[in-house]
């Protein structure tokens, strides 16, 4: 993904996105980014199509990790 980070006074930081991260599209200086990225599908982001759950939806993000005590 393409991001340009400025600070301008008080430290104020600014990201704006400079391409899309779906398909590469290099935005315009002051093109509205949201406008483009409402035009993508779910599945542009690897997301499961609008309406359908995927059948392992409720499974563990992470394996159960065990704790040693000392």
Do not use: W
């Not at 409402?38 to 059948?55: F, R």
Request: charged letters at 30%.
């Amino acid at each position: 993904m393409s991001l340009r980070v400025r600070t301008y006074e008080r430290s104020k930081r600014v990201h704006v996105l400079t391409a899309c991260p779906f398909c590469g599209y290099e935005f315009a200086r002051n093109e509205r980014r949201h406008k483009h990225l409402s035009d993508h599908d779910p599945e542009d982001a690897g997301l499961a199509p609008l309406g359908e759950i995927p059948a392992d939806h409720d499974a563990p993000l992470f394996q159960e990790v065990s704790v040693r005590a000392d």
